[in-house]
């Protein structure tokens, strides 16, 4: 299992288990869960894959609920879910009449891969857990249209026969019916917003302090990989205060461009952190290896074969 998690659901009682290594983590109505992710089980029904936070700020890591919660958490499109909680997680629900409802988070922070055989659905999140290189397994039409424009990437991936479970969505397995429904929608957020330019200002600083620091709180050392830059230095600066350890890594390039130490250090001496400069080998670049194995899509450029170096 190489990418976090795999659920399968059998749709067919007539259907084999396929072989695993070792038993599931969890087993709920006939839906095999194994995870090396966190996950909160709530019996009899319910399993949440990945991190769950209440909704702040503060905000605070969930780890636990009450028997019997789930049905609460699962009903109504998830809505009280969404309602009073974020995070990175996929929950999974049996519902009492048997349908199965598999919801992956807003964020999409948790990747959600489905192949769907004949009698079963199986979810990974990692494409080496459900696809095998093998002719015919690539989808040249869909890569052909990705690397013509890689914004324009949907449900479909480069792997014949694996689709992505889109964030928001829950995907229902009820009997022979298989259908994917929308949970979550960006348009249900947009408003105009009466408050003035420094009200929204500090209400966006507080919000993403709070997220990140949440994020921090969930690991005993954090590694920051920063460039001196605005995105790196917002999210360094918010977890620092809450990390148990924090650690920030800047990778130098050749080239005059590539060499962002200076500003680095300016972020590090700022927030009272240690900095590891380390340099681009470009004699980690292989060309016939892929820079994101785990991925159905040619999504990272070779160079960043590089970002590892000594590190590994």
Not at 96 to 111: C, K, T
Not at 133 to 146: K, M, T, V, Y
Not at 191 to 201: F, I
Not at 279 to 300: F, G, K, N
Request: charged share 25%.
């Amino acid at each position: 299992m190489a990418g976090g998690f795999r659920i399968e659901v059998e749709m067919s009682t007539n259907r084999p288990a396929p072989e695993q290594q070792g038993p599931p983590t969890f087993e709920i109505s006939g839906v095999r869960i194994w995870t090396a992710e966190p996950a909160i089980a709530i019996p009899p029904r319910t399993v949440i894959i990945g991190h769950l936070f209440t909704r702040g700020p503060p905000s605070r890591r969930v780890e636990a609920f009450e028997v019997g919660e789930g049905d609460g958490l699962a009903a109504n499109d998830a809505q009280r879910l969404l309602r009073q909680y974020w995070g990175g997680y996929v929950m999974v629900h049996a519902d009492p009449a048997g349908a199965v409802r598999i919801f992956r988070d807003p964020s999409g922070l948790l990747p959600c891969y489905v192949r769907r055989d004949r009698g079963r659905v199986t979810l990974a999140g990692s494409i080496t857990d459900l696809a095998n290189p093998a002719p015919g397994s690539a989808n040249l039409d869909e890569i052909a249209r990705i690397l013509a424009g890689g914004d324009l990437r949907g449900r479909r991936t480069c792997v014949s026969d694996v689709e992505e479970l889109i964030a928001g969505e829950c995907l229902v397995i009820d009997q022979d019916d298989l259908r994917t429904e929308q949970y979550w929608s960006p348009w249900d957020h947009v408003a105009r917003s009466g408050a003035g330019a420094d009200e929204v200002t500090d209400e966006l600083r507080r919000t993403i302090a709070d997220c990140v620091g949440a994020w921090a709180t969930c690991f005993p050392s954090i590694m920051v990989g920063v460039s001196g830059g605005l995105d790196s230095s917002i999210v360094a600066a918010s977890a620092a205060t809450m990390a148990k350890s924090l650690t920030c890594l800047n990778l130098v390039s050749p080239d005059f461009d590539g060499d962002e130490r200076r500003y680095a250090r300016a972020l590090a001496e700022s927030i009272g952190t240690l900095l590891i400069e380390e340099y681009r080998e470009l004699q980690d670049i292989d060309v016939t290896v892929s820079a994101a194995p785990h991925h159905p899509w040619p999504v990272a450029p070779l160079y960043k074969q590089t970002n590892a170096g000594d590190l590994q």
